[in-house]
């Protein structure tokens, strides 16, 4: 059993890991707030439900990210000229779980965002040419984001006392965010004076991707030492829908630009494994040390791949601390940076073939996330 559960954990980590090789993640790169759906976390099993019990659940998320990348190369020009994209992300997310059975689960999450985004880029220009000044201006969405509802089984019976366990989920997520938030942009005329234009928002900081997506889902620990364990996630949203309507330029018939009239409602994808220790076991308190990985891909698996997207991913060590009370349950995660990758994408690769030259946009990535959840069991036989 424990080589059966060890060599499943890391084919799907390995699986998640060959996915992103056209994928993204945290800032200009526009990943969604969705995380795995188990509540399991370096392999506390607090995160099992009984028969009957509900279990409410926030997550709090916060991010900002600046640093452009093209490829896997920063431009650390932007920076030192103060021509970065800035964004900052500010998320809360509310859930509820209820338990059919020992073993399947059921758990809807709805986020509610607030993001800011500035640039220069977006309004007078980078140049001092165009922007004499330098004028940073702000653009911004508040409001729900895309409900999400998952199904979660785990392979073993819990009641069995097992060192270790895999649950496997499905998810469907419903377009509720808005798609279509717009904001004011400023422009100069011929003659110096500074005109306001509402337009929409960039996909960045669009409340929704504007389309229905299914969710495969994976998560599982296994108990090494009395007080270690290993743990791991897996997760990949399919989005069959090409794009969302949302028209963020001109209109052209002009190949390969009209394949970037509308926004993408694209694949993403996110993969956790990592290592965690019982610090304190009689007070719940422990913590873990993991990897993980999260982007959006270039192409979706199902469906085309026509619309605009920033593709990407970033690979981050992921420090965690869990603390369980009773039915309260708390966790602090921190990823960092080591790695991002801002690939290219279905535009940048027309280009390349039709004209020979290797083209590649930039992104804007975050060093970190910060990372705040809580949940509280009740009901049921307890």
């Known amino acids: 059993m424990k080589s059966i559960l060890v060599t499943l954990a890391f084919t799907l980590l390995l699986v998640s890991i060959i996915s992103s090789g056209n994928a993204s993640a945290q800032g200009c790169v526009a990943i ?26 926030t997550n709090y998320r916060y991010f900002k990210s600046y640093k452009h990348f093209r490829g896997s190369h920063e431009e650390t020009a932007r920076v030192e000229n103060h021509t970065e994209v800035i964004n900052k992300a500010n998320s809360i997310e509310l859930g509820l779980g209820y338990a059919l ?29 165009a922007n004499p000044n330098q004028d940073r201006f702000h653009t911004s969405s508040k409001g729900i984001g895309d409900l999400r509802l998952t199904g979660t089984y785990w392979l073993v019976d819990p009641a069995k006392g097992s060192k270790g366990n895999i649950a496997i989920g499905l998810g469907v997520k419903a377009p509720t965010g808005n798609a279509e938030v717009k904001d004011d942009f400023h422009k100069l005329t011929a003659t110096g004076q500074d005109t306001i234009i509402n337009k929409y ?15 495969l889902e994976t998560q599982g620990y296994y108990s090494i030492l009395p007080r270690a364990s290993v743990y791991f996630s897996g997760f990949y949203m399919f989005t069959p829908q090409e794009h969302n309507g949302v028209a963020r330029q001109t209109i052209t018939t002009e190949y390969p630009k009209s394949i970037v009239n509308y926004y993408a409602v694209p694949d993403q994808f996110a993969a956790r494994v990592g290592f965690g220790y019982a610090l304190l076991p009689m007070s719940g308190l422990s913590v873990n040390l993991g990897g993980r990985v999260e ?19 970033v690979i981050s060590i992921e420090p965690s601390v869990n603390w369980g009370y009773q039915d309260f349950n708390f966790a602090l995660n921190v990823p960092f940076a080591v790695y991002r990758n801002r690939t290219q994408s279905v535009s940048d690769k027309a280009i390349t073939e039709s004209t020979g030259k290797f083209t590649q946009g930039d992104a804007a990535f975050a060093d970190y996330l910060i990372s705040v959840s809580a949940s509280y069991r009740f009901g049921g036989a307890h």
Request: glycine share 18%; proline share 2%.
């Open 101 to 129: 059975t020992d073993r399947l689960s059921f758990t809807a999450t709805l986020p509610i965002n607030f993001n800011d985004r500035s640039s220069l880029y977006e309004h007078y220009g980078n140049s001092i040419e």
């Open 32 to 57: 969604r707030n969705m995380g795995c759906s188990g509540t399991t976390i370096g392999g506390n099993t607090s995160g099992f439900l009984q028969k009957g019990q509900f279990q409410l659940l």
């Open 295 to 313: 982007g959006v891909a270039s192409e979706d698996l199902i469906g085309g791949k026509e619309g605009y997207r920033r593709p990407g991913y």
């Open 201 to 215: 928002v960039d996909q960045s900081i669009q409340l929704g991707d504007g389309g229905w997506g299914v969710s």
